[in-house]
């Protein structure tokens, strides 16, 4: 296995002070309010000895928390509370009600939660999924890792699947939006080009310089696409794995309707347009269409492959963005050594759209 870090779930660290907006939610009466409306958890009321920021510097959405326990009887000693916006959380408790029981093999069990439409604020108790290795978008992880990752989003995919045309009763699809403004893409592009020069060549400026076009059309091949559940950003920072080898796939709000081609391309983003990627492209495809065979869903390698092609635009799009924006504060530490990766996967991503 390649580095990474063990989470373990009694690691001694000092707590830091806690946000205010958080501190309230995490007294100790209002989670064990929480864990009895929820009506999934059995060991009674609980007294919160201590609280630790988890997975912020992976990239997760909203604020995690491991939270230190005291309960009855057979109580896991630490529970996982995550705070975000009423949206985001609303689509992860939506997933979650609709898919959590048939996914509970590589999905953290919920607890409880409490939305506040009017603060625009949410919160979500969870299973603390420790020991386990924390998934690393920097480093990469191993080819058995990357296969279990596939597998887990296949499995997805193939037993909410529906054919083009139909929908998953009211649940919005989204993707992201249609078209880019000329200004806002030529600016993108030349910061991006001017940071990376090595990398964003000029020959890479030139095949980018009408992107957004092409990138546009993508829309009108996937409204031609199946539908499923989508976990919408697939990569390894959203994995974590167990001690015996089984993966447990994080962060779900973005969850949405939507072409599973969408996921695809996020995978060969994170596992294949990497360097040193763990699996080549084409092992990715084979592998996906394997395990959705196996649930039961007719499709080839060659469908699959032509569906990802249109959503690794829309990514690709995304991703040159990302790379070419201003932000305040600029980004640091691990953001900036995550973006310093995108260049070599956009370049990679452009010879498996043009090869």
């Known amino acids: 296995m390649r580095p990474g870090r063990i989470l373990t779930s009694l690691e001694s660290r000092p707590t830091p002070a806690l946000p205010e907006r958080d501190v309230a939610d995490l007294d100790s009466s209002r989670i064990s309010a929480l864990l009895q409306d929820g009506q999934r958890w059995s060991h009674g009321a609980v007294r919160v000895t201590a609280t630790q920021p988890i997975g912020a ?59 506040d439409l009017e603060a625009d604020r949410g919160i979500l108790l969870m299973e603390d999924i420790a020991p386990a290795t924390q998934g690393d978008d920097l480093i990469g992880c191993t080819p058995a890792q990357a296969d279990t990752i596939v597998n887990a989003i296949a499995t997805l995919h193939g037993a909410t699947w529906q054919a083009p045309g139909h929908r998953l009763g009211s649940r919005a699809e989204e993707l992201a939006a249609r078209d880019w403004e000329p200004e806002r893409w030529n600016d993108r592009l030349t910061r991006a080009a001017a940071r990376y020069p090595e990398v964003i060549s000029a020959r890479v400026v030139q095949r980018l310089s009408d992107f957004p076009a092409e990138a546009a059309t993508a829309y009108d091949e996937l409204d031609q696409e199946p539908r499923s559940w989508t976990h919408r950003d697939p990569h390894p920072d959203n994995a974590l794995w167990r001690p015996d080898g089984t993966v447990v796939m994080l962060d779900w709000s973005g969850a949405a309707v939507g072409p599973p081609a969408i996921d695809v391309g996020g995978l060969l983003f994170g596992l294949c347009f990497r360097a040193d990627p763990p699996r080549r492209a084409a092992d990715i495809t084979a592998a996906y269409v394997a395990a959705i065979r196996r649930i039961g869903v007719t499709t080839t390698a060659g469908d699959v492959e032509h569906a990802a092609k249109a959503a690794v635009r829309l990514q690709l799009r995304g991703t040159l963005g990302w790379t070419g924006i201003d932000t305040d504060p600029a980004p640091a530490g691990r953001a900036l050594a995550l973006r310093d990766q995108q260049p070599g996967r956009i370049v990679a991503a452009l010879h498996w759209l043009d090869g």
Do not use: C, D, M, Q
């Open 57 to 115: 510097e992976y990239g997760l959405s909203g604020r995690t928390y491991r939270l230190r326990i005291e309960g009855t009887g057979s109580a896991p000693p630490t529970i996982v509370a995550k705070f975000e916006n009423a949206e985001k959380l609303g689509r992860a408790v939506a997933f979650r009600e609709e898919n959590e029981e048939r996914f509970s093999s590589w999905l953290p069990a919920s607890y409880g939660f409490h939305l």
